[in-house]
């Protein structure tokens, strides 16, 4: 089945540092794949996505490359603010067929903490 | 677009009480999910319909959960009766429609208290 695995938080940054945030896929077929913001009290929202191969999502400053050689869609900003405190969910879908058409397989997330 | 709708945003019951959570997606979506969220369990996607009709209800935890979706523009999930581990967060999410783009579209959630 599909699955999403994502690196273990929480992560705690000072402000204007870099940010990774790992996230690896297991699925069968070319599935969509997406990364969820959820900021404390409130729903996930969509941060950015990649429907393909080598498409770059890109969304607030943050990036994701969906790499199909390496199963991989890792989170990137080059400068964090405190105002990014919040929790982060790699996300996929499968693009057409099967059962699971339209419904998300989430990782577990990651709890990112910005300092001043 | 006002975006999903849910209510209450919080609830507070006793345990053996029926709570029902309600949802209006975004007009047009034709999926709709429930969710549950817990510190100690995560997100977890309870049920989730297409075109009102129930998909996979194989993440309900049990007999005491249903849902329903009379139409497309509402449904309710219900727990009846509710127990003091039921308390989460839920959350209703919608996507598809013109274009069949499935990213999903989250409500504001309701923080259920069952005491």
């Known amino acids: 089945g599909n699955s999403v695995t994502q690196m273990e938080g929480p992560v705690t940054l000072s402000e204007e540092a870099f940010l990774t945030i790992n996230c690896t896929y297991t699925a069968t077929g070319y599935p969509s794949l997406f990364w969820y913001v959820q900021y404390p009290g409130e729903g996930l929202q969509l941060l950015l996505k990649?429907?393909?191969?080598?498409d770059k999502g890109s969304n607030k400053g943050f990036e994701a490359t969906y790499r199909k050689e390496t199963t991989s869609f890792h989170l990137e900003k080059g400068s964090v603010q405190v105002s990014d405190s919040a929790v982060y969910f790699c996300a996929l879908t499968p693009n057409a067929g099967g059962t699971s058409y339209g419904k998300l397989t989430f990782g577990q997330g990651t709890i990112l903490t910005v300092h001043p | 677009d006002a975006g999903v709708i849910q209510s209450p945003r919080h609830e507070v019951t006793e345990m053996g009480q029926e709570v029902t959570l309600r949802c209006k997606p975004i007009?047009?979506?034709?999926?709709l999910f429930w969710y549950r969220q817990t510190m100690m369990r995560g997100l977890e996607l309870l049920i989730y319909f297409n075109n009102n009709v129930p998909i996979d209800d194989s993440g309900m935890p049990e007999d005491r959960f249903s849902a329903k979706m009379p139409n497309a523009s509402f449904s309710t999930l219900k727990i009846q009766p509710s127990e003091p581990r039921d308390s989460a967060v839920y959350f209703c999410?919608?996507?598809?429609?013109?274009?069949?783009?499935?990213?999903?579209?989250f409500g504001p959630g309701t923080r259920l208290t069952v005491t």
């Open positions: 990649a429907t393909k191969a080598d």
């Open positions: 999410a919608s996507s598809g429609g013109q274009g069949m783009s499935y990213e999903q579209y």
């Open positions: 007009s047009g979506h034709d999926y």
